[in-house]
């Protein structure tokens, strides 16, 4: 498994910008896709983008296209995601996660064998 630690969240207003980080540990990470999802309050955990493990194949959920970037550093085991133009409905827990599996699956919580611990995010309106 890899050990994933995301960096902390914040509070920022509407039409802000935030971009968290995900620092990895164990395994060699460069081999793994990468993806981050996010859990409003009772709503269910929901995919935000993956990336593959080279970083050539990128998927955004349709509610960030155009918002959110991620990007990975293989060589400092890191991979980030930059939010920018945020909106109220963005507000939830972040979490990264690394998967040893397919790139097929990558929209799939349950693809994924690891989980950081997840880092509130508040947007305020």
């Known amino acids: 498994q890899v050990q994933l630690v995301e960096s902390e969240g914040g509070l920022v207003q509407a039409g802000g910008s935030l971009r968290l980080s995900c620092a990895a540990s164990?395994?060699?990470?460069?081999?793994?896709?990468m993806g981050w999802f996010r859990q409003a309050p009772g709503k269910e955990r929901e995919f935000v983008v993956g990336?593959?493990?080279?970083?050539?194949?990128?998927d955004y959920a349709d509610s960030v296209k155009g918002r959110f970037t991620i990007s990975r550093d293989n060589a400092k085991n890191t991979v980030y995601l930059q939010m920018n133009s945020l909106k109220s409905e963005d507000t939830a827990v972040y979490y990264c996660?690394?998967?040893?599996?397919?790139?097929?699956?990558?929209?799939?919580?349950?693809?994924?064998?690891?989980w950081g611990q997840g880092t509130q995010v508040t947007v305020s309106s």
């Open positions: 996660a690394a998967t040893s599996q397919s790139w097929r699956g990558r929209r799939r919580s349950s693809t994924y064998d690891s």
């Open positions: 164990g395994r060699i990470f460069s081999n793994y896709p």
């Open positions: 990336i593959s493990w080279s970083g050539g194949n990128i």
